[in-house]
């Protein structure tokens, strides 16, 4: 027995060794990690005057930055989730436009300007730097002060530190609340493994945005979104933000026709082709707009080309019509862009065009800027705006022209002219052009629906106009080159004629459609348009309820496409 003594107590030792160590593996399992993470990490803060970014309940992948207690966002950010009016002039200007006034301050003055044009003499001192670049060169960045964005917007924001982050409020929907049932921590994970991100005590709410079956993803009243064990929470219920309402949104009045406008364009290329008018518009019945060709940008510092006639206006009135006059960017001498982008060539564009409107009693001015660049978008856009603000003041309908919608042409932001001009017209027609080297339809029915459909997600539909084509592409195929010549219907017709072809009706595109080989080799198609064509494609504007019809252009069309105009409702 006393030999087996010791082998007992080794026994036991082993035994209780072993138990010692599957508690201790235990503890290990179940035992809270008191292990911080480091919150400049976790926000990806690299430095003091940097801030992280909330939105909402999301982490943003951009930094604000803090400049003596002020919270600063670039423009960019600003644009893409606050508010997208505030604009960069080519001039070192902060632009906001309002319906009638524009706010301008110098970047990285404090003080600002409000009235339209005016100059810094009249300025105040807002008491913070409102706005400053970041960096230098092409790469340099302007940031804008929150405080400031929150006088033209509506949302909320709070700065908290150590470290510096930002929550911003834009939408204030119904949330999921719990209260902590006693002092714990919000973990980076779902585990008592790990990293403590923060504290929180006993009585605190958190916003549960994900409940599992122990943990809920929970964001604190400070901006740390992590986990918190389910049993720590109690009282859930719902609670909806009190929304931040501090700015009333000033009203963007319209200078809209309570009656369908039928519009045709004039194409006018010098003084003497004037007196062309009314001759073209004779055998036109239900034009209540005509809009001649009369102005084109001529050179990069604002000015224009003026072919206008003060006697073709007061002849236009006299026989009850409005004059629009039409201004484009053809000249290729002229970077729009250029134009575009200083405030000083817009002020000279705008105030040019508005005095000369005045000048000669137009009605309206018809902005037709082609080929606009990705990289000038924001800046036509804004001459919009100003131009909108001296058309708005003066009684002068503002109509722009655009193509049927496609990505290559977001830059053009409808949204944004739908609500600063007064019409908005769709140019229904170049689905294939003449430098495009295919052939095909002008403007296909579903080409036209689409362009009608699209522009209507963006613009109210009381101020679309969708524009009818009068011509007729003639395409002829040689050894696989493919040219083409515009023609008005009735010489459309007299090809198809002379040549002893009928056309067919298509379905696919809702034409009469015609093709044939020529003697020598060469291969003809046509597309016609002619009154069948219209009348499918004005039934679609008539079921979309769009505010009027234009047409391009007076001279090429048959004296029955007008009775087909009228009868689909657009005429006085």
Known sequence: MKKRIPVII?????????????????????????????????????????????????????????????????????????????????????????????????????????????????????????????????????????DFVKQYTNFGYTLFTEPNRIQLDTVWEEEQVAELKKDT??????????????DVKK?????????????????????????????KLTAAHSETPEAVMEYLEPEYTSQTRDYKINLAWHQVTNQTANSTFPGVLSAAKGVNVISPTWYSLSDNQGNFMNIA???????????????????????????????????????????????????????????????????????????????SILCRSNGIVLSVDNYVPKEYSAHYNRAEQGVVADYVIIM?????????????SVASIDFVEEGIVNTLADVPKEKVINALPFYTRIWKTVNGEVTSEAVGMDTAQAFLDKNGVTAVWD???????????????????????????????????????????????????RASVWDVIAEAGYTK
């Open 428 to 440: 229904g027609y170049d689905e294939h052009w003449g430098g495009g080297g295919v052939a095909g």
């Open 203 to 231: 009585g605190d709410n958190v916003v549960v945005l994900e409940t599992m079956e122990n943990w809920s993803k929970v964001k604190t009243a400070d901006s740390v979104i992590g986990y918190v064990e389910n049993r």
């Open 10 to 146: 080794a026994v036991v030792l082993i035994l209780l060794t072993v138990g010692a160590c599957a508690v201790i593996k235990v503890l290990e399992k179940y035992a809270y990690s008191d292990q911080r993470a480091d919150l400049n990490e976790y926000y990806g803060v690299t430095s003091d005057g940097e801030a992280a970014v909330m939105l909402q309940n999301e982490l943003l992948d951009i930094k604000a930055q803090v400049k003596d207690g002020r919270c600063y966002l670039d423009l960019d950010t600003v644009h893409a989730y606050l508010n997208d009016r505030f604009y960069e002039d080519a001039e070192g200007i902060l632009i906001y436009a309002l319906p009638n006034d524009l706010v301008m301050t110098r970047i990285g003055s404090t003080q600002i300007s409000m009235g339209y044009y005016t100059t810094e003499d009249a300025a105040s001192d807002a008491g913070y730097i409102l706005s400053y670049y970041d960096g230098d060169g092409e790469e340099r960045t302007v940031y804008v002060a929150l």
């Open 309 to 387: 006639s003060t006697d073709y206006v007061n002849t236009a009135h006299g026989m009850g019509l409005e004059v629009w006059g039409l201004v484009d960017n053809f000249n290729k001498d002229v970077d729009t862009g250029t134009v575009l982008g200083s405030l000083s060539t817009r002020t000279a564009l705008v105030t040019g065009l508005v005095q000369e409107a005045r000048a000669r009693g137009l009605d309206g001015i018809n902005i037709d800027f082609e080929n606009i660049s990705e990289s000038a978008g924001e800046s036509f856009v804004q001459f919009l705006r100003e131009l």
């Open 185 to 198: 921590q919000v973990r980076y994970q779902g585990g008592v493994k790990s990293d403590i991100l923060t």
């Open 507 to 557: 379905e696919g595109t809702c034409q009469n459609y015609a093709e044939f080989t020529a003697e020598d080799g060469s291969f003809y198609q046509v597309w016609l348009e002619d009154e069948q064509s219209l009348a499918v494609k004005l039934n679609v504007m008539k079921m979309n309820e769009l505010a009027g019809v234009a047409a391009w252009k007076l001279g090429f069309e």
